[in-house]
């Protein structure tokens, strides 16, 4: 592709956008602007964003647009903040995120990319595409939902085996990730899981931090507007003693 073909597509990559957060402070180091794109195949039972499932819908956008709102908050990132992709699942629009952080890095913004890694494969186009993406992506926040492959099916839809390939190659290739786990009473707390999951993450030579985040019932209310059933009803957020039961398992040092 020539350099004209590659401006060409620069301005006319639509990405479709759910909504934007402009001081964002636990989607990556320091003070972030966040991106929420559109669309996710996961079915997470314990999913808090529901109306950004649908594939294909919400605001069009170019990367221009979305710099050019993100650019008025950028005296308020510090040295560690920056500019972070979350969802829905990025990785699904996998041309606008190369877009938004290639323009990004162009004026030294610092870029992380949310993903749960569903869509992830070695296969071709999206690999090219995967690998294009790592080149201008500082840091990884990948939630690992289940270690157990069935459970991991019945909690969200779909098995794990590319999800924790995409680990394994971003261990790999050295780029930094943070790992996150969502701790729901019943569905992702056993123990022999955890202890598992630990165990896995050992593996990897790229992480920098594990996080245990609790779940918590905030979107129930959107579910009853859109009509879904919320499946985990009646399910209670863990307690701290759990949390930090389940961080001694991980191998969490705090």
């Known amino acids: ?41 996961m079915r997470c039972m314990y999913c808090h964003n529901p109306d950004t499932w649908r594939i294909g819908t919400g605001v069009r956008a170019t990367a221009d647009q979305v710099l050019s709102e993100a650019l008025p908050y950028r005296s308020f990132w510090g040295s560690d903040g920056g500019i972070t992709i979350s969802g829905g699942e990025v990785l699904l629009q996998p041309e606008f995120a190369i877009d938004l952080f290639t323009q990004a890095k162009k004026l030294g913004i610092h870029t992380c990319l949310d993903t749960s890694g569903q869509p992830f494969t070695r296969q071709q186009p999206f690999f090219v595409m995967f690998k294009e993406l790592m080149n201008v992506t500082d840091l990884l926040l990948v939630d690992i939902k289940e270690i157990d492959p069935e459970k991991h099916r019945k909690l969200t839809g779909f098995d794990n085996a590319n999800i924790l390939d995409m680990c394994r190659y971003l261990s790999d290739i050295g780029k930094p990730v943070w790992i996150r786990h969502v701790l729901v009473p019943g569905w992702t707390d056993d123990n022999k899981d955890l202890i598992a999951l630990g165990t896995f993450i050992k593996t990897l030579n790229n992480v920098e931090r594990v996080e245990v985040l609790p779940y918590h019932t905030l979107g129930i209310e959107k579910y009853h507007r859109l009509g879904i059933r919320y499946r985990l009803e009646g399910t209670e957020p863990p307690t701290e003693q759990q949390i930090q039961h389940a961080e001694r398992l991980l191998n969490i040092r705090n």
């Open 1 to 41: 592709m020539t350099t004209e073909q590659k401006e060409t597509n620069h301005h006319t990559i639509l990405g479709c956008i759910h909504s934007t957060e402009s001081f964002g402070a636990v989607d990556g180091p320091g003070i972030r602007f966040v991106v929420f794109v559109q669309g996710c195949r």
